[in-house]
């Protein structure tokens, strides 16, 4: 395969780099920062021009990792500067957990192969984000002839491919979000937490990593049902209401959030239907006192 890669950002210098130690060729490289072209030319030891042009006329298969609001400008510029013949029977992927293979569809009218492969992963470094290409999970959507080649591309990084209907994409990337995102957000509003009780910056911020990589270690082995732990689970009611006086003192905005949480995870408890009734109907009435 020829893979030309369109934005070289943390994703696609990630693509390239992963492409590369698989000793797969990089036709092309297209960035609006020739720095960062530049830049990743020589992690792959090459010399190739910074032109949209050439990056799809010599290549079979062209990544567009730029980000959401540009695929359809991008995808639009490159319908207006390349030849048709050099578009036609071509495969082009977008790499947006939320927008569909619609985004490219100035290329599709021009005979392109087209879709959106999503790695779902979150890429913090362009240094080590090749690797975390690897075991994952890529959400695609889009025709049958991407799809072949989506395929070999994910197996070829020992992934897993998922196939998404077209009117799913955005709560398929809002999932995506609430995992990711908020997570961190989670974590920020624990720090202010901790911050408020006088620990410092560094340890307000360090202090729960390690209950949180345990969290996911139990997710992997044990599943999400299973995974569940704390006061909810073992029916401790009058914890949390210390929990709810506590916080309500302290910031009625996270203690709405921890009320919304554990109304959640109560939900998942009755599921797994450990508890009695007499303590579920405890923590309901806790969990929705105002």
Request: with cysteine.
């Amino acid at each position: 395969m020829n893979v030309g890669i369109v934005g070289a950002g943390k994703v696609g210098y990630a693509l390239a780099l992963a492409f590369y130690n698989k000793n797969i060729n990089i036709s092309g490289i297209y960035s609006k920062s020739s720095k960062s072209a530049l830049e990743l030319n020589k992690k792959i030891s090459a010399d190739l021009p910074n032109d949209i042009i050439k990056t799809v006329k010599r290549s079979e298969i062209v990544f567009l990792s730029v980000s959401d609001n540009s695929i359809r400008s991008v995808a639009e510029e490159i319908a207006s500067k390349v030849s048709k013949k050099y578009i036609e029977n071509k495969v082009f992927f977008h790499l947006s957990g939320a927008l569909t293979s619609d985004e490219l569809k100035p290329l599709k009218d021009l005979g392109g192969h087209t879709a959106s492969l999503h790695p779902a992963q979150t890429f913090a470094s362009k240094e080590d984000g090749w690797k975390k290409l690897y075991n994952i999970y890529f959400g695609f959507e889009g025709c049958n002839i991407s799809k072949e080649y989506a395929k070999t591309i994910v197996e070829g990084f020992n992934g897993t491919m998922v196939c998404i209907e077209k009117e799913d994409k955005t709560l398929y990337h809002a999932a995506a979000c609430i995992i990711s995102n908020y997570t961190v957000t989670l974590s920020y509003i624990a720090s202010e937490i901790l911050n408020g009780l006088g620990f410092g910056k560094e340890a307000a911020g360090k202090v729960f990593l390690p209950l949180i990589k345990g969290t996911v270690e139990n997710l992997e082995s044990r599943g999400v049902l299973d995974s569940i732990t704390g006061p909810i689970e073992r029916g401790d009611d009058k914890i949390i209401a210390k929990h709810i006086e506590k916080i309500k003192s302290f910031d009625k905005d996270i203690l709405n959030i921890y009320k919304m949480l554990g109304q959640r995870t109560l939900k998942m408890v009755q599921e797994k239907g450990i508890l009695e009734k007499e303590k579920e109907m405890k923590l309901t009435e806790v969990l929705n006192v105002n």
